[in-house]
């Protein structure tokens, strides 16, 4: 071991002693592996995290995600709060079961503020398996319209508002303008899902810092309709989710008293969090598995070029008694400390890399705060590590050993008959790299593509110059406990806004577009009910003002929009899907629309149809039904206001407007339209600028590793040159034969990463919009910049064997 290790010491002297020689080939080598080595450990850290990881509840693997589906219906949806109730009483597979909504509510004090929260079943916690820091967790007391007001916080709060105050449990604080009791404080390292990682429904995408429980009667819930949960269910242990499933759906069609027409889904909740991401994810891994390959492959052409030159040294030392081991053993020490250099700086990268990806990541990337660089991910990297230096350095080593002595001491080092056979090597290598680039850039390409598709995406809406603020008025508040109450403040908040110098056309909605559907009912012509619910179509609910569709910029198809003289009768207007749906023959308005299952619904006379309206930027426009705001009050307002000019300039004016009605509610967000947009491309945008930072540093890769090969290639055929000059060659001609020569394998690499990215279009395609995995001018593009970037890398070495001067080339030695 001794002995070993001595010589282990000895090679890796000897290796820094020759790299010291070359400092610009040391550093552009380790500069190249850092890169590779970092992306890649970076990516393993992000892909640990959110797809191997169990989720950080007890016992995760039994925990799943309750998805309602009704027969026959466009979408599916989350969970009533009546078939929660029943599950609870009477299901027999379920260890536990809770629901959760989101909420946001105004915490009062001397600053009030606007804070993100979920209303939850009090078995909520002890669904998830986690128990508060301090304090106690909701008892099945806490629940219901008569409960004591209690409230849990998260840890993030308790430190912000209240100085992390142990004492803080048993204290009162005013939420919603009503004292409540904290009960307990949550523990630090609580992760819970947000927005659509919880359903597609769920509408709070914000981390929740506040918790309550369910204040209402379950009892005096409808039994239809009425989706606005979501669901989380801990079977018991030997339970299958099938099973489960069954038990749940017999429980809820029994309650409905009809043949089935109910069917609940269970998704496993890992799944559930993560499943919008997975191919994300295998994207981004896929690209920067190919970018490490580029990486250890130019390196290895590197080392392999610089082999050559070192051939000499290497004939000397076995003349001298060196066996082919220790010059093996030489050059993979030599490669080693290039690779641990590469690696040193792929793991401070990493560390890098991971911190900025928590802060700048979309949010719809679940787990990312999370993310750590551990020791899972640090043995990941020493793995990368080896796999690197077997990549790089076994040809390299395999050819500087392999050499005949004797011949390469008698011949001069420019007329290495090794040469040749060096050079078709790294000519190879060049075309792997250059087909491995091809694949990335037409990847990147396709993105590109697709993410300026989406931005041409008729959204429905006017974007520009209008603004936006949300806050919540829930019955919860004193002052607005009653639906007369908040629409007295609606009706004064859009007096107020309207008088604001520079404002334009104003209106108000229960829920703004792009921000995910809610509401979710059955939606029906009242003159031909539908009485099968197999028949039924769900719909999109939402409570407007008038004057909405005019700030929002949503165009009349067909009527009119309603005013404020239809107080007090029951109108409606609808969006153009539901008037094809229903009326197929375009005679839409006067027809009477039933308003959901509830038969206490009154039916609704359609006056107007306007433009259909993307509550998702990738998918398409939901059935919209719009009722006016005072018939049925929302709990959380959000106001528009369009503006003749930049419409920051109006955000002070509208929070003093808003603090004038009533300054003790807190708004919530304040934001231009366009900001809105931009959160809902927010990840599209992201996977796009990751995958073409990708593609710009594979090409960037693939440029060294071409202008390496034919600087060699101009450096080994020096003397030959010189001759062909010295009889007539004009400079032209070299410079063309030598680019014929290093555009060769790079021409070869483009056809083979044509063909593979072709391949490797369906592993993309779900990330793709509007656009087709074999998009001809994208392949075209791509192709373009591959070739002129490797047209770039032979330019300058074969214009310097181009200037070569002949006698100096025939003295060369």
Avoid at 40 to 65: G, Q, W
Avoid at 219 to 245: D, F
Avoid at 545 to 565: C, V
Avoid at 681 to 705: C, M, N, Y
Wanted: with cysteine; net charge positive.
């Amino acid at each position: 071991m001794r002995l070993l290790i001595e010589r282990f010491v000895r090679d890796a002297r000897d290796g820094a002693r020759q790299l010291r020689r070359t400092p610009a080939f040391t550093l552009v080598a380790i500069a190249t592996l850092t890169l590779g080595i970092g992306l890649s450990v970076t990516m393993f850290a992000v892909t640990d995290t959110v797809l191997l990881r169990p989720l950080p509840y007890r016992d995760a693997d039994r925990l799943f995600a309750a998805r309602t589906s009704v027969t026959g219906s466009l979408a599916d949806g989350e969970i009533n709060a009546r078939h929660f109730l029943e599950w609870r009483l009477r299901c027999r597979t379920c260890e536990r079961i809770a629901i959760v909504g989101g909420n946001s509510f105004t915490l009062g004090g001397s600053s009030p503020e606007q804070v993100p929260g979920y209303d939850v079943s009090y078995e909520f916690f002890r669904t998830l398996g986690v128990v508060p820091a301090i304090g106690r967790d909701f008892l099945e007391t806490d629940e219901g319209p008569n409960a004591a007001r209690v409230v849990i916080l998260a840890d993030g709060l308790w430190r912000r508002r209240f100085g992390a105050d142990p004492a803080i449990v048993g204290q009162m604080v005013m939420l919603n303008g009503a004292p409540f009791q904290v009960i307990g404080v949550m523990p630090r390292d609580l992760r819970l899902p947000r927005g659509e990682q919880w359903g597609r429904l769920f509408n709070q995408t914000k981390a929740a810092e506040i918790f309550l429980p369910f204040r209402f009667a379950y009892s005096r819930i409808g039994p239809v309709g009425q989706l606005n949960y979501a669901g989380i269910v801990r079977l018991r242990p030997g339970t299958t989710s099938q099973q489960a499933a069954a038990d749940l759906s017999q429980t809820v069609n029994a309650l409905l008293g009809a043949p089935p027409k109910i069917a609940m889904h269970l998704v496993p909740m890992q799944q559930q969090v993560t499943g919008r991401v997975v191919g994300r994810l295998r994207l981004f891994s896929g690209a920067v598995a190919a970018l490490l390959l580029i990486a250890c492959v130019n390196v290895g052409n590197l080392l392999l070029v610089r082999s050559t030159t070192r051939a000499r040294d290497a004939a000397i030392r076995m003349a001298v008694g060196a066996s082919r081991a220790a010059i093996t053993r030489l050059a993979l020490a030599e490669v080693s400390i290039v690779v641990v250099g590469g690696l040193a700086g792929g793991i401070c990268f990493a560390y890098g890399a991971v911190r900025l990806l928590a802060a700048a990541a979309p949010a719809a990337i679940p787990r990312l705060d999370e993310l750590t660089v551990d020791t899972r991910v640090l043995a990941f990297a020493v793995v990368a590590g080896v796999l690197s230096t077997l990549v790089c350095g076994v040809v390299p080593a395999w050819k500087l050993a392999a050499g005949v002595p004797q011949a390469t001491l008698r011949a001069a080092s420019s007329t290495l008959t090794d040469a040749a056979a060096t050079l078709r090597m790294g000519r190879t290598l060049v075309a792997v790299e250059v087909a491995a680039s091809t694949v990335l850039v037409i990847v990147g390409g396709l993105l590109i593509t697709s993410f300026v598709r989406v931005l041409q995406i008729d959204l429905g809406f006017a974007q520009e110059r209008a603004l936006a603020i949300d806050l919540s008025i829930s019955p919860r508040i004193p002052q607005y406990r009653t639906d007369e109450a908040r629409v007295q403040y609606i009706d004064r908040a859009l007096a107020v806004l309207r008088g604001i110098p520079g404002a334009g056309s104003v209106g108000a909605t229960s829920y703004l577009p792009l921000q995910g559907e809610t509401w979710i009912d059955d939606v029906s012509d009242a003159d031909h009910a539908v009485v099968r619910t197999e028949d039924a179509v769900l719909g999109n609910y939402r409570f407007v003002s008038p004057g909405y569709w005019q700030a929002m910029g949503i165009a009349l198809r067909e009527g009119r929009y309603f005013d404020d003289s239809d107080r007090g009768r029951d109108v409606v207007v609808v969006s153009e899907r539901v008037a094809r749906f229903l009326w197929p023959r375009g005679d839409a308005v006067g027809h009477r629309l039933r308003g959901g299952r509830d038969p206490r619904n009154p039916n609704l006379t359609v006056v107007g149809v306007v433009a259909d309206v993307r509550t998702s930027i990738e998918e398409s426009a939901p059935l919209t039904v719009y009722e006016p705001y005072w018939s049925n009050v929302p709990n959380a307002i959000s106001f528009v206001v369009r503006s003749s000019e930049d419409p920051a300039t109006l955000i002070p004016a509208v929070r003093a407007a808003l603090r004038r009605v009533d300054a003790s509610l807190a708004l919530d967000r304040v934001r231009p339209m366009d900001a809105l947009v931009d959160e809902s491309t927010g990840p599209r945008r992201f996977q796009t600028i990751l995958v073409a930072g990708f593609a710009l540093s594979a090409l960037f890769l693939a440029a060294i590793g071409i202008y390496g090969v034919i600087s060699f290639t101009v450096t080994r055929r020096t003397r030959e040159l010189g001759v062909r000059a010295a009889l007539g060659a004009t400079p032209r001609m070299l410079l063309a034969a030598e680019i014929r020569h290093g555009m060769r394998p790079a021409v070869a690499g483009l056809v083979v990463g044509l063909a593979a990215a072709v391949a490797a279009g369906r592993f993309v395609a779900g990330e793709l919009y509007g656009v087709a995995v074999d998009d001809a001018r994208t392949f075209i593009l791509a192709s373009t910049v591959l070739l002129v970037t490797a047209l770039a890398a032979c330019w300058w070495p074969a214009r310097r064997a181009a200037h070569i001067d002949p006698l100096t080339a025939l003295r060369w030695d």
